[in-house]
């Protein structure tokens, strides 16, 4: 009678094991048991232990190491090979027979059989939710979740390798920096070295790697996706990580940085846009951005906080009230006063502190441009598009055009 009834349950998990497959077909969704060895290769491993004689959850066990292929996800049988090896343990359940525990690995969340592949199987078919298994416990940095399949892993595996390389899982072991396509780590690392080289520049000394990692995810990364966070960002733009929208934000403010401000058709913009993004992610990420005007606020913002950093001209003028309205100008203010240096030690034929070159720049250069410009009116036909400091700006840089036209004009008539 138990024979009969261990061939019967054989052939009903047999079945459900084809439908499973033709579903899987049908559906274009994975059916298949994860094999332990891709599995593995693909993770970086910090070491493992015997954590000994463990209660395992049967849906928490989601490979193999050797029968990947002769089970499903849900350990039914998908071959008649080895079904008398099926049959004879499911036999031996009837007769309530001791079985001896399975051998298990453990990655994350989740569980590979090294043996008892059968039995696991035997275990799920008669609808047991736990089994016992002796448990090697393999140290991954990543979390690995039951409903993975092989090409999630891949992912976590390179998730796992960014953070080994960067020591954030030492350095930030909170920090969740996934992204939707792997290949975007490079881009971060590149974010991160940048931060590095900027970093040195401004504090004159190298910098260590590992401090760079926490300088830019502490000062730069969070603070971004925080200003993501705080205007919903997120609920405009679904399927995307907060790192998406971070290397979104960052890309956004280079490609504003680079793009003319006041060309309304920015053709430019978007083709640059269209580089990074598929065309169906452009018109997405744009739409949103463009209405995000606080991106630009942000960037204005940050702009001249770092401004007045290097200039300390609050310090020095602390009535000064320079705002400009366009991203990547305070850079171009910044290159006058740097000019205005250089020419003063000229003229002097001496060292001159930097701050007396900034107080001698807005003073004999800056406040005199002003003062002429608020003369002519000419401020009332740009506002509220631009500030006064746009225009005094535009002045400097368009300064030796501006020499040559009024140098050819015709001089006025001589008083008799």
Request: glycine share 4%; aromatic share 10%.
């Amino acid at each position: 009678m138990f024979e009969q009834l261990a061939h019967q349950d054989f052939d009903k998990a047999y079945r459900r094991g084809f439908w499973r497959k033709l579903s899987a077909w049908l559906t274009g969704k994975s059916n298949d048991l994860l094999p332990y060895d891709e599995v593995r290769s693909q993770l970086p491993i910090q070491g493992q232990r015997d954590a000994g004689l463990q209660t395992v959850a049967l849906d928490k066990i989601v490979g193999s190491v050797g029968r990947y292929r002769d089970f499903d996800r849900a350990f039914l049988p998908t071959q008649r090979v080895t079904s008398n090896r099926w049959i004879n343990i499911s036999k031996a359940r009837y007769q309530e027979t001791a079985l001896p525990a399975i051998e298990v690995y453990q990655l994350g969340e989740v569980y590979f059989v090294k043996d008892g592949n059968h039995r696991v199987s035997v275990a799920r078919e008669r609808d047991q939710d736990f089994i016992d298994a002796y448990v090697i416990e393999i140290n991954v940095p990543v979390a690995l979740t039951p409903e993975m399949a092989l090409d999630d892993v891949a992912k976590q595996g390179q998730y796992a390798l960014f953070k080994q390389q960067t020591n954030l899982i030492q350095l930030r072991p909170d920090a969740d920096l996934q992204v939707s396509d792997p290949q975007a780590y490079r881009l971060l690392q590149g974010h991160i070295e940048t931060h590095a080289y900027y970093l040195s520049h401004e504090q004159n000394r190298d910098i260590l790697y590992e401090e760079a990692v926490v300088s830019w995810y502490d000062n730069v990364y969070s603070q971004l996706v925080a200003i993501i966070k705080e205007h919903k960002l997120a609920e405009a733009l679904p399927g995307y990580t907060l790192t998406d929208l971070y290397l979104f934000v960052s890309d956004y403010q280079w490609l504003l940085r680079e793009s003319d401000e006041e060309d309304e058709d920015q053709s430019e913009f978007s083709e640059k846009m269209a580089e990074l993004y598929s065309e169906k992610e452009v018109r997405r990420v744009l739409k949103s951005l463009r209405r995000a005007n606080w991106i630009s606020q942000m960037i204005l913002d940050q702009e001249r906080v770092d401004f007045l950093a290097k200039t300390q001209l609050e310090e020095i003028r602390p009535k000064a009230d320079i705002r400009l309205s366009l991203p990547g100008k305070y850079d171009n203010l910044l290159g006058h006063i740097y000019a205005h240096h250089y020419y003063l030690g000229l003229e002097r034929k001496a060292d001159v502190p930097f701050s007396e070159a900034v107080a001698s720049f807005y003073d004999n250069v800056y406040v005199p441009l002003l003062v002429l410009i608020d003369d002519q009116g000419t401020i009332e036909d740009f506002q509220p598009r631009r500030s006064e400091a746009d225009l005094v700006l535009w002045v400097l840089d368009h300064r030796q055009d501006l020499v040559q036209v009024l140098s050819s004009l015709p001089k006025p008539p001589e008083a008799a």
